[in-house]
């Protein structure tokens, strides 16, 4: 039987609570970084590297394109963080998990609401950076109301890989080895110039990690052009989602069960 039919949604939600509760005790400190980190960037990037820029991408200014690339990797690294290091002290150090578990809540609706309470700290975090993009003037597309769905389904892939890798780690410290990996891959995203300038095998390593699709998907939202390859997109980054959760869950199941 697939782990995702075997998750309670009460059990889920009242998991996500718990986690919630706890943010909203720190949420001043938490979202400083979510507006401070977005504001330099801009302003590094979208006005220093901009003003180097001859032309224009996408016929939209510079700022315009890579905001997609700085929404996309301000919210999706708040899931990556939550369910890494953020999981990994409470089944380790704290013990919450051990507490959790002692009650009817199974591994399988814990391992759900760890993944969702990760996107979900995404697209909080995340929302104000489309604030940041908006007083720049980098959102000319109404469709940006969109984006936050968007952000949310690519949130919760890198919220289960996460989770994921945190099931299979043995110490702390070998995160970096997966923050490595994934800091790297930025520059192959297509968040900061188009794909098309890499080498092919590059681009086919870069299409295959469902975050191209979702920045890919968010920038045609943000600058008002769809087209029926974004509907591939989101298939995929749905698909995607899907799968990596089953993954994360039954390996969740199998560390709790040691």
């Known amino acids: 039987m697939l782990a995702l039919n075997l998750i309670s949604a009460r059990d889920l939600i009242n998991v996500w609570r718990r986690n919630f509760d ?34 224009r991408l996408m016929n939209v200014p510079y700022l315009t394109y890579i905001g997609a690339g700085l929404l996309g990797f301000t919210a999706l690294m708040r899931a990556l963080f939550e369910c890494t290091y953020g999981s990994y002290f409470r089944m380790v150090y704290q013990s919450t998990f051990d507490a959790i578990l002692a009650t009817p809540v199974d591994a399988e609706s814990l391992a759900a609401g760890e993944i969702v309470w990760g996107a979900t700290k995404a697209a909080i975090e995340g929302i104000p950076v489309l604030f940041v993009l908006a007083a720049f003037g980098a959102l000319p597309s109404a469709l940006v109301f969109l984006v936050p769905a968007v952000l949310v389904i690519g949130s919760l892939w890198v919220a289960a890989l996460s989770l994921l890798i945190t099931t299979r780690i043995s110490d702390i410290n070998h995160y970096n080895f997966y923050l490595g990996t994934f800091f790297s891959y930025l520059w192959i995203s297509g968040a900061y110039f188009p794909l ?20 890919e998907i968010c920038r045609g939202l943000m600058i008002g052009r769809l087209t029926s390859m974004h509907a591939l997109q989101v298939i995929y980054l749905i698909l995607s989602t899907l799968v990596m959760s089953e993954l994360s869950i039954r390996s969740f199941r199998r560390r709790l069960a040691t």
């Open 22 to 55: 706890v943010y909203i005790r720190l949420w001043k400190t938490e979202l400083f970084t979510s507006v401070s980190e977005p504001i330099a960037t801009v302003i590094g990037l979208g006005w220093g590297v901009g003003s180097l820029v001859a032309g």
């Open 196 to 215: 098309n300038q890499l080498h092919l095998g590059v681009q086919v390593i870069s299409w295959i990690v469902p975050i191209t699709s979702a920045i």
